[in-house]
């Protein structure tokens, strides 16, 4: 019997009260087909219903890619636990999912991915549930929100703390999924999975074998069917007899807005002179800023924002592969890409499924963490998790909060105030107007980050702006590096409220770093 169905046949099999986990990470591997025939099959019948869903990475964009839009209905979607959700400008409409969210509509969670991947394999495995002090203090605490982004969900807690061993632990107790969604390139007659064409794996193959190891049903989205024993063993991913049925798209989208770049892939290697070098501005000085914290030989991790701007510097400067770079979707070494492609990396060595990328993530056995904040508190902790006013500008805590809770070093980048009218003059940078609010605040809306956790760890932290960078001093944020230009009083000290103060040795940056020049890395 052949497993190739059409997208509603497969839509058909999904039962009211499924438990479904999805690969994908915004519109990178997104099975958008089968989704959309789940939702036409809701609109036409009223089934399936009161589905729970799994997204250890987001599903779908704002972009042309709609993932979980497609299924955001009212009867349809019961619960849903997400590592990040759809996000974009405030010029576009509000996903329906994000709707839902606000609205209370639906029981939804933001977990940290690497917890959803370590759910699914403990799942798999039978065993009672993840143990972990990934999120301890951050909103992941159940002593917080407990990863509960609204009424409904906190009313259904899925994380409790414990002692064990004299010591303190998140538990999350398993939520087993029956269906899972992958998708991939192509796939033989029997279901064997291969992802020629794909910017990462993700965790489709460790999803499949948790749905299949408790009986469930797994349906594989791909742009192409080949004959079975045509396929490569090395080649593939995902076996066969993990996958029950099989639906083609052959239009399914690489990632964002990109129908098929081969470099995305490995099958092709870009020149270095090829790629885009940051535009010349304040992020980019803070970029460069947040590069001299890198050595030749380091491995580093790198997140969305300002802070994916740093191996362009590296780039600019004629050091392309002379630090290793690591992101969550699974691609290592090469150049991360920015923009619409952010998540996949042109030129990468290899791509590592995302559940191993995240064991070596919280192990933290890699050297340094740039990663980008939305405000920063008087303790130290950052918020990238959430936006109350627009709560739809921000993914979630996406990895986030997984690669803080082991990294040794953490460089966050991000503006010192909103909407300043800041310009760059041969003396340095100069305030010309003040901003609407400044980024230092009292205390945070959402605790991504822990400061307390971070000074009990040890942990080595600095925060970079376009006035300074800080560290956490005994009473608060204290400014050790001043950017040439800046008054510490007016632009740092007044302009935060008093809540960074500015350490009697501070220094001046070099003037160098305002060059539009290449920045000199590495001599």
Known sequence: MSKIVSPQMAAS?????????VSSSSALGCPDLVLKAIGDRFDAEGHPRSLTTIHPIAAGDMYGVKGV?????????????????????????????????????????????????????????????????????????????GCAMNDKAAAAPIVRRLDFEND???????????????????????????????????????????????????????SRVTKRGSLRP?????????????????????TCETPYDPAISGQVLRPWDSFALAEYGIEKIIARRAAMELRPGMAANLGFGISAMVPRILLEAGHSEAVTWAVEQGAVGGIPLTGFAFGCAS??????PSPQQFIYFQGGGFDVSFLSFLEVDVEGNVNVS???????????????????????????????????????????????APGKFTKMVETVEHVTFSGKRARELG?????ITERCVMRMGETGLVATEIMPGIDPERDIVNASGGRVSVAPDAITLPISLLSQEPMGWGQ
């Open 13 to 21: 099999r999904i039962q009211d009260g499924a438990v479904v986990t």
């Open 69 to 145: 839009d497609h299924i955001a209905k009212d009867g349809l979607l019961a619960r849903i636990l997400g590592g990040s959700y759809p996000s974009g400008p405030s010029s576009k409409p509000m996903p329906e999912i994000w709707k839902m969210v606000v609205e209370n509509r639906v029981a939804a969670y933001n977990v940290p991915s690497g917890i959803l991947f370590d759910m699914t394999r403990e799942a798999a495995a039978n065993r009672p549930g993840v143990l972990t002090k990934v999120g301890l203090h951050t909103f992941v605490d159940p002593q917080r929100e």
């Open 168 to 222: 303190m632990w998140l538990h999350f107790p398993n939520i087993v999924p029956n269906v899972a969604i992958l998708r991939a390139t192509t796939a033989d007659e029997h279901g064997n999975l291969t992802y020629e064409h794909e910017g990462a794996y993700l965790g489709g193959l460790e999803q499949a074998i948790c749905v299949r190891n408790h009986g469930g049903l797994i349906i594989a989205q791909v």
């Open 234 to 254: 090395h080649d593939v991913r995902v076996p066969g007899h993990l996958v029950d049925l099989i639906v083609i798209d052959p239009d399914q989208k690489q």
């Open 347 to 352: 030129n990468a060595d290899a791509f590592v």
């Open 386 to 432: 959430k936006l109350g006013k627009k709560p739809y500008l921000t993914a979630g805590c996406g990895g986030f909060v997984d690669i803080t809770s082991g990294a040794k070093k953490i460089v966050f980048s991000g503006w010192f105030e909103a909407g300043a009218q800041i310009e760059l003059t041969s003396e340095g940078i100069n305030v010309a």
């Open 459 to 463: 942990q080595d932290v600095i925060y």
